[in-house]
């Protein structure tokens, strides 16, 4: 009966230590998108092994009424990345694909997925 419960405990300890160790869902690269600033001067950021499978809205353009989009955007990361036009990724969207060259100014944005 005591092996029982033991092996019962191994197994459970097990199980918890797999859920445990699997990772998170990550983009690897960089991801670059430029806006304007508050001065009227643009800026660029990166996006640094961003998180995957889920919603990034680009926070210097979220809000459409006081903002205008980021543009620009440059996917340097190994998983194919959609941009959309509208915050939590709505609105039309383009796909970048991985290690791409940087898009036009043209191309605006307020949100990006990443397949990861």
């Not at 889920?54 to 979220?62: D, G, H, M, Q, Y």
């Not at 459409?64 to 915050?87: L, Q």
Request: glycine share 8%; aromatic share 8%; with cysteine.
């Amino acid at each position: 009966m005591r092996l029982r419960h033991s092996f019962a405990a191994v197994c459970g300890a097990l199980a918890l230590t797999a859920t445990l160790a699997t990772p998170a869902h990550a983009t690897t690269g960089d991801f670059g998108y430029r806006f304007v600033g508050l001065d009227g001067s643009p800026q660029s950021v990166t996006l640094h092994d961003p998180a995957g499978r889920e919603c990034i809205t680009i926070p210097e353009a979220a809000d459409p009424g006081s903002s205008e989009p980021a543009f620009a955007p440059h996917n340097d990361t190994d998983d194919y990345a959609m941009v959309f036009t509208e915050p939590d990724c709505t609105g039309d969207s383009w796909t970048l694909r991985p290690h791409g060259h940087p898009a036009t100014d043209r191309l605006k944005l307020r949100s990006v997925w990443f397949a990861g």
